[in-house]
């Protein structure tokens, strides 16, 4: 009984109460800006559901949300100016906006930019991609009532805004239990946008429910390996473990196990084999654009994340979990690249194909070196692009029942529409990693960081992967150009202005990244985390 | 180390008999009075078996959306309970995050209430 330790006056928390001095925490508002306009944006959009009759929601959420993302891209750029190069630590240390926090930030509003104008599209889908009352039981009479109705489910722009909040949250979280309140934000969205298709609804809930059900135990991987660190650190702040991994004889099993299982959870939400499982059916069965969403920003945030997790908690015990993560990116990369070749599906390949694509992220991210940093940061922000423009392009290929996603429906495609064909094929080529494109780029500079520090074998596995994946991005092209089309084969939707520009969007970064990437790799390079 | 331990051990032996007293003890203490709400799996709600006939077996929805509703505004009263006690230390910073908190929670219960999540029916 001696030794249970009871709260005294001695201890800070109870003696500041007592004295009446709760000390106010340090709030740097101004960088976190982008954040509160971001999630003040998200609570306007509820009062918007709340007291906007029906027929004027759309245009005054799709206005909402455009603007709070602009005004959060211009809040952003006015601090960057100013902020220190060490970065600052704000609300009492949980956050910490330094240069790859504002890096992140701004590849995320760009990117959610692009996926809100997906979203709010009603052109391609004849009211939206979304259905109107999900809570119409699917398949009914009222179903097909509403399947051919104009209207859709405007929450999905409060969601979106509240699942971005999140994802911000979570790349600049200073503390482990910042980020599992970050994560859920950015994951309960989610699992409800991803249910709200309007077509193919079975599916669609499908999905829903199990990233829901999936997503909670990889949560509860993330808390168990909190609870692990707290009880090996005494503290969930990534600064404090890394001191306590530092200079200690205490046993390492808490730290390992803690690490593991808070990888578990981080991997998870990176869509990293063999924790992939999810992706496949949750990228086909949810909405195009909640897809192209998930594709371009959860993993901006995942491996935001785990970049500050490994570089600034673990970063003095990284000869240690190393070897695991090797392991873990190798298997993503073969699950990837080996099962995107069967498939026969554009959305499940282009889910195999993100998931190839997270094992050659995971090298940059346990490089650990600056160059490891800027070049995993880069190689986000040119994925993202990429994988949004093509998810949006996937969304444009219809016949009467919806999307056309099965690939035998592809084939000849270049003959009914060569502009989307040429798209398509230039995205899949930046994919692939073909010069001229940001995905080789992007692939250079993470494949050099991890040369530089060693990592040769991964490498040249990374490379043979690569080679693989090139094969089933190719026969898509060869599909669309040296086939003959079927006779009742689908029809390629013009797509209105918001489609429109976000496809114009991803081309032009994907171009731009490609041939004058010097200016987004200083960007990313520009300074490390706050330790 | 360990010894920091036995009181969680003796708790959880201190339960175990505990649990093992009352249900020895209830037959022979307790007045017997039998009724049908006894032989219920619950003595009060609605019988999760056998289902309903009416709606093909499946409970209302509503019971499940009013659950819901009760834990969101459960936990904010969770929330006021330890803010009201140390009021007096966190001072006004306190009361404006608390009041934000307040109005966070009245955005949701604003859309619950005008798109009709608080009527039976």
């Known amino acids: 009984m001696s030794t249970m330790v009871l709260p005294t006056a001695a201890d800070p928390a109870v003696s500041v109460l007592a004295a009446g001095l709760a000390q106010v925490p340090q709030m740097d508002y101004r960088a976190v800006l982008p954040v509160l306009v971001v999630l003040g944006a998200a609570c306007v959009g509820v009062l918007f559901e709340a007291f906007l009759p029906r027929p004027r929601r759309w245009l005054w959420q799709v206005a909402l949300t455009v603007a709070a993302l602009l005004a959060a891209g211009v809040a952003l750029y006015a601090y960057l100016g100013d902020a220190p190069a060490q970065g600052v630590k704000t609300f009492a240390g949980t956050l910490s906006i330094d240069r790859p926090a504002l890096f992140l930030w701004g590849t995320l509003l760009v990117l959610g930019l692009g996926a809100v104008l997906l979203i709010a599209d009603r052109s391609v889908e004849p009211g939206g991609y979304f259905v109107a009352q999900a809570a119409i039981r699917p398949g009914t009479q009222q179903d097909r009532a509403q399947a051919a109705g104009a209207n859709m489910h405007t929450e999905v722009f409060p969601l979106a805004l509240f699942a971005l909040g999140g994802m911000m949250v979570f790349c600049a979280a200073n503390d482990l239990l910042t980020m599992f309140v970050a994560l859920e934000v950015l994951s309960l969205p989610l699992y409800l946008l991803c249910g709200l298709a309007r077509r193919r609804r079975l599916l669609s809930q499908e999905s829903a429910v199990k990233y829901f059900l999936l997503g909670a135990f990889a949560s509860a991987f993330f808390l168990y390996g909190l609870a692990l660190l707290y009880g090996y650190a005494g503290s969930v702040k990534l600064a404090d473990i890394a001191a306590a991994a530092g200079g200690t004889n205490r046993s390492d099993t808490l730290l390992f196990a803690g690490l593991g299982l808070l990888a578990v959870g981080l991997l998870f939400k990176g869509s990293v084999g063999p924790f992939h499982t999810w992706t496949p059916d949750v990228y086909q069965g949810a909405p195009t654009p909640v897809t192209a969403f998930m594709a371009a920003c959860t993993k901006v945030a995942a491996f935001g994340g785990l970049l500050r997790v490994l570089t600034v908690a673990f970063k003095a015990t990284s000869w240690e979990w190393r070897g695991v993560l090797w392991a873990v990116a190798i298997i993503s990369m073969v699950i990837g690249a080996v099962l995107g070749l069967t498939q026969r599906d554009v959305k499940r390949m282009i889910a195999y194909s993100s998931v190839a694509h997270a094992g050659f992220l995971l090298i940059g991210a346990i490089a650990l070196t600056e160059q490891g940093l800027s070049g995993t940061m880069f190689y986000l922000l040119a994925y993202g692009f990429t994988t949004l423009a093509a998810f949006a392009v996937v969304g444009l290929v219809r016949t009467g029942e919806g999307e056309a996603t099965h690939l035998s429906q592809w084939a000849g495609l270049a003959k009914r529409s060569p502009l989307l064909a040429g798209v398509f094929t230039f995205l899949l080529l930046s994919l692939a990693g073909i010069p001229l494109t940001s995905g080789f780029v992007g692939k250079f500079v993470v494949f050099s960081a991890a040369l530089a520090d060693g990592m040769a074998p991964l490498v040249v596995i990374a490379l043979v992967m690569s080679a693989v994946a090139a094969f089933f991005y190719l026969r898509v092209i060869v599909l669309m150009y040296f086939s003959e089309p079927a006779a009742d084969g689908p029809t390629v939707t013009v797509p209105g202005v918001f489609t429109a520009a976000a496809i114009t969007l991803g081309v032009l970064v994907t171009l731009l990244l490609g041939v004058w990437p010097a200016f987004a790799l200083d960007w990313a390079g520009s300074g490390g985390f706050a330790l | ?121």
């Open chain 2, 1 to 121: 180390m360990l010894q920091s331990y036995v009181p969680i051990l003796l708790l959880f032996v201190l339960a175990a008999l505990f649990a093992l007293f009352s249900v020895t003890i209830a037959p022979y203490v307790g007045p017997r009075r039998y009724n049908k709400a006894k032989l219920d799996a619950y003595e009060c709600g609605i019988e999760p078996s056998p289902q309903p006939v009416v709606g093909g077996g499946r409970m209302p929805v509503a019971y499940y959306l009013t659950a819901m509703l009760f834990i969101l505004f459960d936990i904010e009263m969770v929330f006021l309970y330890p803010f009201a006690v140390s009021a007096d230390a966190l001072g006004l910073f306190g009361l404006v995050e608390i009041a934000l908190f307040i109005a966070t929670v009245g955005f949701a219960y604003a859309y619950v209430w005008r798109r009709g999540g608080l009527d039976w029916n």
